[in-house]
């Protein structure tokens, strides 16, 4: 089945500084990818989305990168804030398949002032 | 409304007690769907209604868990004799069309004791 998982759990940065957050997937298939932020108490939030014709997708901010020979997203933050504190999600979903986001375990991204 | 809106936004109960949770979609989305998130862990797919389709019950991980949408709006999802590994948090995200543009609440949290 399809599995989508990030490679750490919790990032720290300081204020100003670039983030980058990784996430893998294992579902070729796969043609649609987001970002959610997910602050404390709150539900999810659309960040940025990608699909699988592009490999990179830019937004206020934030970067997208897409390398579909090896699975792999990434969400870069640019001057990240402490506003940025939270809780980062990728997901996928094949379109044309089961028609469900999956969703990975998150990676907690804490801004230093 | 502006958003998605789910109540309770908490609910304790019983164990052996059946809970029943709300969801208001935004106004004019199509499809609506249920995600269960425990603590510290990503979003667990439950179900999803698409329009006056079957809905896609895939997910949901016994039979004690049902939901309905009545009249392609508010959605309830229904947990019979609960149990406290159903502790969580339930979210309920609407999109406009099957699988674009997610809006979510901001959830229930279920805790049982």
């Known amino acids: 089945g399809e599995s989508v998982g990030l490679h750490l759990p919790t990032l720290s940065v300081q204020e100003g500084d670039n983030s980058i957050i990784n996430c893998a997937y294992s579902n070729s298939a796969s043609d649609y990818f987001i970002w959610y932020k997910q602050e404390s108490g709150k539900g999810p939030q659309f960040i940025i989305d990608?699909?699988?014709?592009?490999d990179k997708r830019q937004g206020q901010r934030v970067t997208v990168l897409l390398n579909k020979t090896v699975k792999h997203l990434s969400l870069q933050i640019a001057a990240t804030q402490p506003g940025d504190s939270a809780v980062y999600f990728c997901?996928?979903?094949?379109?044309?398949?089961?028609?469900?986001?999956?969703f990975g375990t998150g990676t907690r991204l804490t801004v230093i002032p | 409304g502006a958003g998605v809106s789910q109540s309770p936004s908490n609910k304790v109960t019983e164990k052996g007690k059946d809970v029943e949770l709300r969801c208001d979609p935004i106004s004019g989305h199509t499809a609506l769907y249920w995600y269960r998130q425990s603590l510290g862990q990503g979003l667990e797919f439950l179900i999803y209604?698409?329009?006056?389709?079957?809905?896609?019950k895939s997910g949901l991980p016994s039979d004690r868990f049902s939901a309905e949408r009545t009249g392609g709006s508010v959605s309830t999802l229904t947990i019979q004799r609960t149990q406290q590994e159903d502790s969580a948090v339930y979210l309920c995200?609407?999109?406009?069309?099957?699988?674009?543009?997610?809006?979510f609440g901001s959830g229930t949290r279920l805790t049982v004791v």
């Open positions: 995200a609407s999109s406009p069309v099957l699988n674009y543009g997610y809006t």
């Open positions: 209604f698409q329009g006056n389709s079957a809905p896609d």
């Open positions: 990608i699909r699988s014709n592009m």
């Open positions: 997901a996928e979903i094949d379109q044309t398949g089961a028609n469900n986001l999956f």
